[in-house]
């Protein structure tokens, strides 16, 4: 047995949703990750496997090549390449779900549309902060991934019996990328609990991780190890480290939306570093990752620079200007806020 974490009355209303609801949309945050379109997918699965045959997922844009291999993930709707047919979609929508993400600015140009839409939407996350934008907000921060939520609200619903191995392969997928394969945030027996109940439901999680995580091309590696050599800073009073990729750079390396998945999280395997900043040179913007072992916020520090948010210990946000400038913020607020100086920051290390 889980323990029952979310509230019984949400629990009836989105079963009576789902029993009454025609038409379904589901919609996750910019630059889908793997809990995004893990949740996302599952959810849908699972609609289609209770009965309902008009089920859509919409994703504001594109997401990365090595999620691609996911069941269900070639009927996904990318919002900027389909605006008209996806507008439509919600507008006729009985109920939207709204997964892995917690205001309606995180799904970017899709915002307006999903806001406006008439049918009764239903949000699912796990981040701080839920905005007032959805009839039912099914909302617990201490979750590790809006994928467990997802497992945990079909079986609450008394729907154990119909998660199949599509809708199991999905939710795996979105709790293995949410916590670094387990490395990060997972520290909770129950998550474990319910990966035994996934792999009875016929999963293979070995394949599931060598999917998405060994698939990559060369030109990736290739830029892996260039940032690394060439492009690390280090502070070692503040704890800190620095990697940039400028959009020359990227074009040098034959750069593809997710080839610098994971790149943030390299320099913390260096003994004495506790918080890694990535700054990736895009065609609007200067995309920010922050992330941190221990107890420094990285997301009170995408909030405070760079008009961000996310976890405690995996956050980012976005920069308007140039790199250089995107640098010297981050400079200033290692200096403002010195993670180095954070108590126990380093405990694990
Ligand atoms: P990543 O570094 O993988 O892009 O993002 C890590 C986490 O930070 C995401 O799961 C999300 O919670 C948060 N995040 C990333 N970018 C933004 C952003 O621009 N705004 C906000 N509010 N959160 C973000
Ligand atoms: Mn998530």
Redesign the pocket.
């Known amino acids: 047995m889980i323990t029952k974490i979310i509230q019984e009355e949400k629990i009836q209303k989105v079963k009576k949703y789902v029993e009454k609801g025609d038409k379904f949309v589901i919609v996750t945050?910019v630059?889908p990750?793997g809990?995004a379109i893990g949740s996302s997918l599952g959810l849908y699965h699972f609609l289609t496997e209770y009965g309902k045959d008009n089920v859509t997922v919409i994703v504001p844009n594109d997401f990365p090549a090595f999620l691609k291999w996911m069941p269900g993930a070639k009927d996904i709707v990318i919002y900027d390449r389909y605006k008209e047919f996806a507008d439509q979609l919600l507008q006729g929508a009985d109920v939207i779900f709204c997964v892995d993400f917690n205001?309606p600015?995180?799904v970017d140009k899709m915002a307006e549309a999903l806001i406006n839409a008439p049918g009764r939407h239903v949000l699912i996350d796990h981040?701080l902060d839920p905005g007032d934008f959805c009839r039912v907000v099914i909302s617990y921060p201490e979750m590790s991934s809006t994928s467990e939520m997802v497992f945990r609200l079909i079986c609450r619903m008394g729907y154990f019996d119909l998660i199949n191995r599509e809708i199991a392969e999905c939710i795996y997928t979105g709790m293995m990328t949410d916590t670094g394969a387990f490395t990060y945030n997972s520290n909770k027996p129950e998550i474990y609990i319910i990966i035994s109940e996934l792999i009875k439901k016929g999963i293979n999680k070995d394949e599931i991780y060598r999917k998405v995580n060994q698939t990559y091309l060369e030109s990736r590696l290739r830029l892996m190890g260039y940032v690394l050599y060439e492009k690390m800073q280090i502070f070692p009073k503040q704890k800190a480290a620095l990697l940039t990729l400028s959009a020359e750079e990227l074009k040098r390396f034959n750069y593809k939306s997710g080839d610098t998945e994971g790149f943030?999280n390299l320099p913390l395997s260096i003994k004495g570093i506790s918080f890694s900043a990535f700054l990736r040179e895009d065609p609007d913007n200067v995309?920010?990752?922050?992330?941190s072992v221990g107890d420094f916020p990285c997301n009170y520090f995408?909030?405070t620079y760079f008009?961000?948010?996310?976890?405690k210990n995996?956050?980012?946000?976005?920069f308007y200007g140039s790199l250089e400038d995107a640098v010297a913020v981050f400079e200033k607020g290692l200096m403002d806020f010195n993670p180095g100086n954070i108590e126990d920051l380093n405990k694990d290390k």
Do not use: C, Q, T, Y
Not at 307 to 311: D, F, V
Not at 314 to 318: F, I, P, Q, R
């Open positions: 945050h630059s990750d809990d205001i600015k995180r981040h943030v995309k920010v990752s922050l992330r995408a909030s008009n961000g948010g996310g976890h995996a956050s980012g946000g976005e």
